[in-house]
Every structure is written in C-alpha cells, then in structure tokens.
C-alpha cells in the first residue's frame, strides 16, 4: 500500500471547524492531497470521479448519512479499498457496533481538543488494513 501522504483522502463533514481540524491534522502528516464536501450526497459525487484511499465521515448528515455512505463505498470499490473512518461525537455502542459491522476502520470520537484529534488521526493513518 503506498503511504499515506500519496492517497487521496475525502472528508465529509457538514461542520467547517471539524473538517477544518482534520484538515491540519493530516497537513502536519504531510497529507496534503485531500477534497472536503460537506454531506454524504457530495461524496458519493466525488468517489464516482476519483478514488480515494482514505475517507474520513461524519456519522449524522443529510440527505445521505454516514452509514449510508460507508455501505455505498464498499459496495462501490473494486480493487481500491479505501480505509474509512467514522469522526463523530456520536459515541453510542450501538453507533461503534454498526460502523464495525459496516467494514469501518475506525470509529474516532471527536476529542475536546485538537491536540487530542492529531493523535487518535495520526494512529489510523499509520495502521494497515
């Protein structure tokens, strides 16, 4: 798998400060490559156009929620499996349980800080699938 830093990654949030974080948490990995659209619909648009390596969600949007795009991009990709993340503050078992259940790679709760939100990324983006 090519390192990270050369993947296209998609963050798909509808809150400018969430993506905003995520943004510079993966800039100061020296991710630089990366599209943000603010709702599951926008990303099932971009993933139809480019393929991405990492995908980063938020798990309550609409029209089209996280689950509903975790299930879309799994059964959408062929040889390319992107890692998929959850970012939610939505910490509910039921939630961790059924990202899981969906073929998510992480489930990361929004941190009350940034510093915190650097380490929990910079874990995933350093595991294998």
């Known amino acids: 798998m ?6 296209p990654v998609l963050i ?6 969430t993506t905003a974080v995520i943004r510079a948490c993966l800039n ?6 990366i599209d943000e659209v603010d709702c599951g619909e926008a990303a099932l648009r971009m993933i139809g156009v480019k393929n991405y390596g ?3 969600s938020d ?14 991009v799994r059964a959408r990709t062929g040889a390319i499996r992107p890692k998929f993340a959850f970012v939610t503050m939505d910490d509910r078992w039921s939630n961790i349980t059924t990202a899981r259940s969906l073929g998510a790679d992480a489930f990361i ?3 009350d800080n940034p510093g915190a939100m650097r380490g929990k990324i910079g874990a995933f983006m350093n595991t294998r699938v």
Do not use: C, Y
């Open 12 to 17: 798909v949030d509808d809150s400018r400060t």
């Open 28 to 33: 100061e990995l020296g991710i630089d490559n």
């Open 59 to 72: 798990w309550h949007m609409a029209p089209v929620n996280g689950p509903d795009l975790l299930k879309e």
């Open 54 to 56: 990492v995908i980063f």
């Open 2 to 7: 090519p390192r990270p830093q050369f993947l």
């Open 109 to 111: 709760v929004k941190p």
